[in-house]
């Protein structure tokens, strides 16, 4: 499939902190055209928590990321809905590891468990960061910040992100 008929662009490139990787577009957020746009996501809150953006970015403000040192994709470009409508054909699991390794940013940050699933092939991943690195990629599993995902959410593994890249950007200067 083009890229053309993704329902989300990628927002990648050189030089980023971290790559947050959804499971796939909400239905929400495929209607409006812009990442993580359902009532109730905390996900442009939680950027703004853990100091990565210096305010609460709206959801059609997504293409300037980039900017703050943030990439976004989803496993599952060609697909929206709930992870419980997705089946296992929608997730690319090559193409993203191809677009890690070719950008190479400091972090790969799962938002939900179900795309790292997914990823590994395996169900029983633990929140935070992995052992494994994905090349020279750090890769964090973080709980969904969607409202569907509520009664799993908790911000710990998000600031354990945060604090791992504030100690990397320390090391750059």
């Known amino acids: 499939m083009s890229p053309a008929s993704e ?4 927002i990648l490139g050189p ?31 939680m950027l703004y928590q ?5 305010r609460v970015l ?8 980039r900017q703050y040192g943030i990439g976004l994709t989803d496993l599952a470009k060609h697909t929206s809905g709930a992870d419980k409508s997705l089946r296992v054909q929608d997730f690319d699991t090559a193409a993203l590891r191809w677009k890690i390794k070719m950008h190479a940013p400091l972090a790969l940050a799962f ?6 699933q997914e990823f590994y092939g395996r169900r029983n ?3 935070g960061r992995l052992r494994e690195p994905l090349g020279s990629t750090a890769v964090f ?21 945060a604090e791992w890249l504030r100690e990397r950007e320390g090391q750059r200067t």
């Open 15 to 45: 030089g980023l902190k971290v790559v947050f990787c959804g499971t796939a577009a909400g239905r929400i957020s495929a209607r409006e055209g812009a990442y993580y746009a359902g009532p109730g996501n905390l996900f442009w809150q």
């Open 50 to 54: 853990m100091g990565l953006t210096p």
């Open 141 to 161: 599993v973080l709980p969904s910040t969607s409202s569907l995902a509520r009664r799993f959410w908790d911000e710990s593994a998000w600031m354990e992100l």
């Open 111 to 116: 938002n939900g468990k179900r795309a790292a």
């Open 58 to 65: 709206e959801p059609h403000e997504y293409v300037t990321v």
């Open 125 to 127: 991943i633990p929140y």
């Open 7 to 10: 329902v989300l662009p990628d």
